[in-house]
Nanobody, 126 residues
Framework: QVQLVESGGGLVQAGGSLRLSCATS????????MGWFRQAPGKEREFVAA?????????DYAGSVKGRFTISRDNAKNTVSLQMNSLKPEDTAVYYC??????????????????WGQGTQVTVSS
């Protein structure tokens, strides 16, 4: 059973930073693309960022977070992180970690991911 567990959420003032982490039980972690999504109250879950199996610079970001958020992974520790800087009130949401086994390129769609975490709340106050 694959498990993804997010941590690092919390309450922060606008302009502040948070670092989210996702620990996984995936046996061969480097076989999976990894992504972050978020869902604000009353809205659809939306793509935030994704990173390739090997990590590095092969990443993709939603336009709303590009330049402020950075996704990274540590294949030795089976973890993926999301560094969030210059946070805005509109970044308030539950953030979800996701893993994708299939596919040859990064996916920005929910359907492109096979496993999901339970989410961690991020609240940005103005």
């Amino acid at each position: 059973q694959v498990q993804l567990v997010e941590s690092g959420g919390g309450l922060v003032q606008a302009g502040g930073s948070l670092r989210l982490s996702c620990a996984t039980s995936i046996y061969i972690f480097s076989d999976y693309f990894m992504g972050w999504f978020r869902q604000a109250p009353g809205k659809e879950r939306e793509f935030v960022a994704a990173i390739s199996r090997s990590g590095g610079s092969n990443t993709d970001y939603a336009g709303s977070v590009k330049g402020r958020f950075t996704i990274s992974r540590d294949n030795a520790k089976n973890t993926v992180s999301l560094q969030m800087n210059s946070l805005k009130p509109e970044d308030t949401a539950v953030y979800y970690c996701a893993a994708a086994y299939s596919g040859s390129s990064l996916s920005t769609r929910r359907s492109g991911y096979d496993y999901w975490g339970q989410g961690t709340q991020v609240t940005v106050s103005s």
